[in-house]
């Protein structure tokens, strides 16, 4: 009975947990990189920090991600070629507005015109005041050349957002375009949280800039949330220029780990650009 009991009460934070997304899973993984469009090919810095990031807020503790790879394609008719990335992962302490937590850094040469899908499987993380986890499978698409490739192709993932709309070459006022799949497949009326990344991260000094880009007029600004179609589709216009993050919330198929309820979500960021 007691059994029964605790299964019972971590189900019931788990529901509400996502029933009110702003108290407990309006947590992001971030793949930050300053540019998203890159005119001729380099070396890219990047970030793995999970975070709050309008509010540059608490960053929670990261695991060792259980998987870090990219896939290259050069035009729609290359042959896409997958990269493990995991041991190029460096430990790093990053800094937030309110705490410090444990991230990652990562610099990888794109030598070659075409779209370059960067994902993150994290290790789950227990959000302590719910006592359930939650994984959140993280997508960013890099462009070297102006050719595009393969960022209209589902990765594989157990969950995902698809992009329907380039997702690096949107002005600000764009819509973002996305399908949500779990295991390839659509997800009627799934859940997306919006966040806007409302602090730029500082790369030298491992920490969130202390101004903010924007003032939210209220605490639902700060999270919002849109639903999926039928077919999983949804959209939502970008406002503000900068990097924004969509993540379909329990998607996922694992709803369980280590005894514990699970969040399995899929997050994709993109950026808008300003029209000058």
Known sequence: MQHKKTVAGVLAAL???????GLALAHFQMIYTPEIALDKGGEVDMRLVFTHPFEAGHSMDMGAPEQFFMVYQKGSEGEPQKTDLK?????????????????????QKLRS????????????YLE?????????????VLNVGGIPGNWDKPLGLP???????????????NVFVGQVLSEGKPVPNAEIEVEYLNHAPNMAANSFDKKAAATAPHDCFITQAIKADAN??????MPKAGWWGFAAMGVGPVKEFEGKAMSQDGLIWVKAVDMK
Do not use: C, H, R
């Open 15 to 21: 529901t509400l947990a996502l029933a009110l997304p």
């Open 113 to 124: 015109p075409g779209d370059y899908v960067f994902a993150l499987i994290p290790a789950p």
């Open 232 to 237: 999983g589709v949804f959209v939502y216009a």
């Open 87 to 107: 041991a190029g992962l460096n430990p790093i302490t990053w800094k937030s507005l309110s705490n410090t937590g444990k991230a990652y850094t990562f610099k």
């Open 128 to 140: 302590p005041e719910e006592g359930a986890y939650m994984q959140q499978i993280t997508k960013l």
């Open 159 to 173: 969950a995902e957002i698809v992009p329907l709309a380039k997702p690096y070459g949107l002005y600000t006022g």
